[in-house]
């Protein structure tokens, strides 16, 4: 367990409002990564950080920004939701890269846009 | 960019041994890793591979071929409790960038 809390768990929101999605680590891990997984695509990856203030786009960023200001939160902003972007949302972290790269997940974000 | 197939569904009956494959594509390659998600769960972490060759854990081993873009899970024993969905993932890049690919869901049967 690396201490990864994701908030909100649940959350409904109306086309075209702005979403944040806060992901929040105790761990002191440098790496941290946003991804949405959706039935037949498995675990796309949004954007991901690694370190305070460096971030890059994954494959999926059309849409989405993040921020990392400390080393322990990570934030998703929806600038303006789309049906499309209904979800499930999960961030997750590494450790120590090398030793066995193990990413560890949040709990997930079930986000539905109406 | 990065890429990576595996099949989609895989079905095996409990007590035996089933094998999950992957190819992938990628550049700057660091390591394949393997996760395993139950519906409604997070993914957990089961293995992973920066060296050729194979890695066990328990009932799980994991494999790895540079070479050859390619790597596999191979379960062993199955239980009816390993029914869930299986994702390799590459590591690329000097900023650990990871990629999953689409997952394989596997059904143990009685």
């Not at chain 1, 499309?84 to 997750?92: E, I, R």
């Not at chain 2, 390591?31 to 799980?60: I, M, V």
Request: contains cysteine; aromatic residues 12%.
């Amino acid at each position: 367990d690396a201490g990864i809390t994701q908030s909100p768990r649940h959350k409904v929101t109306e086309t075209g409002t702005p979403v944040t999605l806060r992901c929040h680590q105790t761990e002191n891990h440098r790496y941290m990564y946003w991804y949405r997984q959706d039935p037949g695509h498995g675990l796309r990856l949004i954007h991901y950080s690694y370190g305070v203030k460096d971030t890059d786009k994954g494959e999926v960023s059309d849409g989405y920004s993040v921020s990392r200001s400390k080393t322990e939160d990570f934030l998703l902003t929806l600038e303006s939701a789309t049906s499309s972007q209904t979800s499930v949302y999960f961030c997750a972290t590494i450790g120590t890269p090398g030793r066995g790269n193990t990413i560890y997940f949040g709990e997930g974000s079930w986000l539905t846009v109406v | 960019g990065q890429s990576l197939e595996q099949p989609s569904e895989v079905t095996a009956v409990e007590g035996a041994i089933v094998q999950i494959n992957c190819t992938y594509q990628t550049s700057g390659f660091y390591g394949l890793s393997w996760y395993q998600q139950h519906d409604g769960g997070a993914p957990t972490f089961l293995s992973y591979n920066a060296l050729d060759g194979l890695e066990e854990t328990g009932r799980f081993s994991s494999f790895l071929s540079r070479s050859d873009s390619y790597g596999y899970l191979l379960l062993q024993e199955l239980q009816m409790k390993d029914s869930a969905s299986y994702f390799c993932a590459v590591n690329s890049g000097g900023y650990q960038k990871v990629t999953f690919g689409t997952g394989t869901k596997l059904q143990v049967i009685p």
